[in-house]
């Protein structure tokens, strides 16, 4: 913390006041270093950096992106504390107790509402706070259950959305399959459909049939899944 007198007070109290632990450890070492990489909140036990770094802007800061080295010599993201105003009126994140993560968890039948999936559960926002921020909170289910994969290719999509990008429509996300994948209109604004399957126990012997008959067709396994489904038709 030796940098932090260097760093103007209002800002230094602001800093002080966040509680969203994940968003704090960035700050600190923001402040101690001038700058956090990556790497070092992936060392710090945060898998995901960019969500780190989406935490403290959630949060009103301002946080520049700028390119240094991995410590093997490839380029890797950093962030630090960008010049100019603090944005008001920004809470952040809602951080859910455990007890109420369980309890959401379990009343979706304790599985992924993708693609089935039993383990490594997540509670996510079914419309991205960086299109909705603290107004999702008063809809009647701000959140999904997804599994760590299905919520990982949820990101990338919604990251590379025009309505993430440019619009931020409340509507346009509310409409899309990440949001309800039982009743949308596209995908990420695409007119695509999609179903996630998961083949469980003894549902393996189809897959592998499945499988070995896309690779006599030299088809991949969705395509293998569409051929089969036209032969039935």
Known sequence: MADAPDFPKALLERIAAVTNKR????LDSILKDGVITTEQISQAGYDHPPRAAQDVRDLGFRLKTIKVKHTNGRS???YKLDEGELEVGKKGRRLLPKKERDALIHAAGDKCQLCGATHNLQVDHRIPYEVAGESQYEERQPYQILCGSCNRKKSWECEHCKNW???HSFDVCLSCYW??????THIAMQPQRRVELVWIDEELNDFERIKDEAERHQLSLAEEIKHMLKKQC
Do not use: G, H, M
């Not at 949001?179 to 949308?184: I, K, L, M, S, V």
């Open 76 to 78: 890797i993201a950093a």
């Open 179 to 184: 949001a309800e994948p039982t009743a949308y």
């Open 23 to 26: 968003a704090r450890f960035v």
């Open 165 to 167: 990008l440019q619009v």
